[in-house]
Structures are given as C-alpha cells and as structure tokens.
C-alpha cells in the first residue's frame, strides 16, 4: 500500500518493477514509457502527467478553475500573444496581472516561451539548436548527463521510462546546452529546469527557454564555482532582515549559512521543493516577474517555519533547523496560500539590485575579485524584450500541426461557386415579356393588338347597340346560309374561340 511520508504519498516499491517481455503481448496497448516501466495495472496520473501523487499532493492542493472562466482566460492570452510587443510595452501590467492569476494550461507551454524570449532567440537563430543536436558533443559532460536522465521527475509519464523519448528529448537538451555553452558545460541543476520545459515545449523550444533562463534570469548560476548562487544567498540572508527578524535572528545565531537550505530551492526554481500545481504558478511569475519572485517564495518560507517563537521551540539547534528546513508544511506551500504570500512581500527587483551592488562589494572586500563574472541579470519579460528589440516576423505564431488539404475538394468548391454565381446572374437578368394573343382575333385583322380590349365571350345575351347594328345589316343584305357554322357536336370551348364581328355568325345568332 502507499504510505503518506512527509504529507506525500511514496509509491510501495514492488509496484516499481519492469514489466518481463511475458508481460507484454504483441497485441496488447502497451506503449507510453509509463506502462513500458510496470504502471500499466495500477497506473493513476494525476492532470499533471504524475503516477501515483508523487510529486507531493499535487491534485489536493490544486486549485479548480470553472471551465468558463478558463475559457475566457483563453481568449485573453490568446489575444495577447497575437499583439505581444503591444502588450509588453503598453500594458505590461495587465500581462502581470494575468501571469499572477495563472496562465491556462492550454497555452502555458506557449506563454513561457513568449515572456523568457526564446521565441524570439529561436526565430533569430534558425537551424542553430539541429546544428549542436547532430553534433557529437563532448564525452565527458555526456558520460554525467546520462547519468542525471532517470533521477529528473521518474514519476512523471514522460521521464518514467529509460531510453524513452523524454529523457532522449532531456539528452539532447542538456547535450545542446554544453555545445552552446561550452564555458559553462553541463551543471545537474539545469536537468530539472530543462525538464519542466519539456513537460510543456518541444526539445527546440525547451532548449531556447534553457538558454534564456540561464543567461538572463539567472546568470551565473550554473557556471563553475557557483559564486552567483553564493552572492544571492548572502542577499536572501540581508532581505530576510527585513522581512523576519525572528527568523533572521535565529539562523544567524546558529550560524547556518544560507547555502545550506536556498541552493535547491533557486538553482531548481522550486521545481523540486513544491506541489507541481504551486510549481507552474510560481514559474507563471518567474518568467513574468524575474528572479524576485524566486527570492520572495525563500522569504515567505522561511518566515512561515521560523517567524513564531512557536516554531523556534521545536529547533534548538543546526540540525534542528536544518530538518524542519527539509521538511516544509504542506500548508505553507499550498497554492492558494503561497501565492497570495509572494505577492504581499514588499521586495521589488531595485531591492534586488540595491542589495547585489552591496553583498558585491563585500565578497569583493573578504573574498576578491569573481572568478566568472556572469552577465547582468534581467529582472522580467518587459527588460528582456526592451533589452533585445525583436522584429515583427519574430513574434508570428507558426502551426505546430500542418494538414494537407488535398486538391479535389477546392476545385469542387470553385464548381459550386461558379454555379451558384451563374444561377445569381441569370436571376438578375430581366426576362423579356411574351405577347399573349388574343383569344378572339378578327377575321379581317388577324394582326390585332394586343392591346385592344377582347370581343365579349358568345351567349344568349346581346347588347342593344348590337342587335342594332345585326337588324341595319340584315335589312341591306340578302340573307345566305352560313357556310362554317359550328358543327353542333363542337363543344362551347371551340365555339368560344370563333369571331362574332362577321355577318353570317350574326345573322346565325
């Protein structure tokens, strides 16, 4: 059974076995690294792709978004990226804003390589990262990459399995990395950055967002002698005066250097001390905010362990201290609660900076000149994006996914258009009205107008002036027998049609 240690549950070790090629049939649907690696029966990921809870009570601690109102936030990020150096330069605090309520997991992938500036480095540099990939790299950092691969997230889908495409993907990272940056080389610290951006990015993007990381949020960090993570040690330790006395006095008192307890915590981006859900808000912040929002999660947890002479009590000592250090509330690093608690420390990037110029000058004084001297650090999205003017076809977003449309079906379309276009024409087109002849014609004018009124229908009744007109025309004539009078077998629709104007059929009448 799983035990909860630590308010985590550890996966029993007999459900972590490799699955026998008995095991595994030919037909079966075994295939992902997961079920490759024996999760196949009992497998439960959570939302975030980890097996088992084991990334520290992820899905207890996350918060649940209404699917309308993540739709919404959608439509927004979206709308933001279409226009990102709009945004970025005239309302960057609104980009904040968002960064600080979460970026929705659809686009977060996405986001994070807009606001780090690896979008922009990759466009920049078309086809550098397959250049360093097909190169063979140097044996002596891919000898301790190889070895890092299975300790990066082992409990998560994408990294379970050995030799499965996320740690293929992670290799060719870090090896890329080294090519790159073959002055820095390869640091185990930069494993687990560079895996978090391959839960979210391809292996090229992923690679950019190293980079960038690296060389801007956090310069110095991974380069030999770890002198930048020493200096930001110092300044944690200065800021945490400010923040908590308490716990300012009480370290300093037991004389527990800050590279003790804060070196995981920044060189990992807390990618490996917090609930992943706490994680990606934290990291929606970082790449936002820059490296203050990393010094304010170690002050916000340092305060919550060691602000309250209540907790003080139960540590009277180093080891003490070390270990309630090692193992945090889980409470403290609920997301809801951590989130709220970052952004109310009143530390900005010039406290930052104004507290850097300062521990610098005094490692200079006790320690000498840095060994590597890194590049100036960035503190956020906007000064990276000021920093480096990108161009207009820079920020373009380009598919991920191309489908082929095949020929036939817009040829079809054209047809049905021309159609539709030909019916509209001839519709339009006035028809030209047809005469309709006379149903009575006169004999002596066959060639009649139309427009003359028709001759009354035949019957019984007979207007005066007609029966006139047949008594003048009888007393002048001598009467003769009618020679095409109508048959009586006709019937009264072919008498209808003969003329009554003539002399016979009026004397007939």
Not at 3 to 22: A, F, P, Q
Not at 318 to 346: C, D, H, K, N, S
Not at 439 to 464: F, H, I, K, M, R
Request: aromatic content about 8%; glycine content about 6%.
């Amino acid at each position: 059974m799983d035990k909860m240690e630590n308010g985590r549950r550890s996966v029993d070790t007999g459900s972590i076995r490799t699955l026998s090629s008995s095991h595994i049939d030919d037909e079966s649907s075994l295939g992902s690294d997961s079920e490759i690696n024996g999760f196949a029966s009992e497998r439960q990921a959570d939302k975030y792709g980890f097996i088992g809870g084991a990334q520290k009570y992820s899905e207890d601690t996350a918060q649940d978004i209404p699917p309308a109102v993540l739709r919404q936030r959608e439509v927004k990020w979206l709308d933001m990226l279409n226009h990102w150096d709009k945004w970025m330069i005239k309302r960057f605090n609104k980009v904040r804003l968002r960064c600080q309520k979460g970026i929705p997991p659809a686009l977060r992938g996405r986001a994070w390589l807009y606001l780090s500036g690896g979008k922009v480095k990759r466009e920049q540099n078309q086809g550098k990262f397959q250049e360093l990939d097909s190169q063979p790299g140097d044996p002596k950092w891919l000898d301790v990459i190889e070895k890092d691969l299975h300790r990066q997230f082992p409990f998560h889908e994408m990294f379970v399995s050995r030799g499965g495409h996320g740690q293929k993907d992670l290799s060719r990272v870090l090896k890329a990395y080294t090519l790159y940056r073959p002055e820095e080389g390869y640091c185990q610290a930069q494993a687990p950055i560079a895996a978090v951006l391959l839960m979210h990015m391809p292996a090229e993007d992923a690679f950019w967002g190293l980079v960038q990381i690296c060389e801007k949020y956090l310069p110095g960090y991974y380069s030999p002698g770890l002198e930048a993570i020493q200096l930001d040690g110092e300044i944690l330790f200065a800021l945490l005066r400010r923040v908590s006395p308490l716990a300012f006095r009480h370290l300093e008192k037991h004389k527990i250097d800050p590279i003790l307890y804060m070196t995981e915590w920044f060189m990992c981006a807390f990618s490996r001390t917090l609930p992943w859900a706490s994680v990606l808000r934290v990291w929606d912040m970082f790449l936002c905010d820059g490296v203050k929002i990393i010094f304010r999660v170690g002050l916000v947890l340092l305060k919550c362990m060691l602000g309250t002479r209540e907790k003080l009590k139960a540590c009277q000592g180093q080891y003490e201290t070390m270990e309630l250090l090692r193992a945090i509330e889980p409470r403290y690093m609920q997301e809801g609660f951590l989130v709220q608690e970052i952004l109310e420390v009143p530390v900005t990037a010039r406290d930052v900076e104004r507290e850097h110029h300062t521990q610098l000058k005094r490692w200079k004084k006790n320690r000498g000149e840095l060994n590597f001297k890194p590049p100036p650090r960035m503190h956020g999205a906007r000064i990276i994006m000021l920093a480096e003017p990108p161009r207009r076809q820079d920020l373009q977003q380009n598919p991920t996914i191309v489908l082929e449309v095949p020929q036939t079906i817009p040829q079809l379309q054209k047809g049905k258009e021309e159609k539709k276009s030909k019916k509209k024409k001839s519709m339009k087109k006035s028809q030209p009205t047809e005469e309709i002849p006379n149903p009575y014609p006169l004999l002596s004018d066959p060639q009649s107008s139309s427009t003359e009124p028709p001759a009354p229908p035949p019957g019984n009744s007979v207007t005066p002036e007609a029966a006139a007109q047949t008594e003048t025309d009888s007393a002048g004539e001598q009467k003769t027998p009618p020679t095409d009078l109508p048959s009586a077998k006709e019937s009264t629709l072919q008498r209808s049609t003969q003329s009554l104007s003539s002399t016979e059929q009026d004397t007939y009448l």
